[in-house]
């Protein structure tokens, strides 16, 4: 199963919101899915756009989940994807 964490539509005509959700690859963009990770409002205020759970988020990146690229810059803007590396010592 080839999972894609990706942004499904709720809302009304002209006040769409998204939530980020885990979905099978073939499914279609409102149709099925797996697991919720959050929100996204892009109406909201800038510190209010965007709301993930950050530790269900690497755990399905850790299981193989590949995430948009919308959805890659989403996540990474909440913080998902912190550098872990330690900097050089001269």
Do not use: C, H
């Amino acid at each position: 199963m080839a999972t894609r964490i990706r942004l499904r539509r709720v809302g009304r005509k002209g006040l769409s919101m998204y939530r980020i959700v885990v979905a099978e690859k073939e499914s279609p963009r409102d149709g099925r899915f797996v697991d919720i990770l959050g929100t996204y409002n892009p109406r909201a205020e800038e510190q209010e756009q965007v709301k993930v759970d950050a530790e269900k988020a690497r755990e399905w990146i850790g299981k193989g989940a590949t995430p948009s690229l919308t959805v890659a810059s989403l996540l990474r803007k909440a913080g998902v994807f912190k550098q872990t590396q330690t900097p050089a010592s001269a």
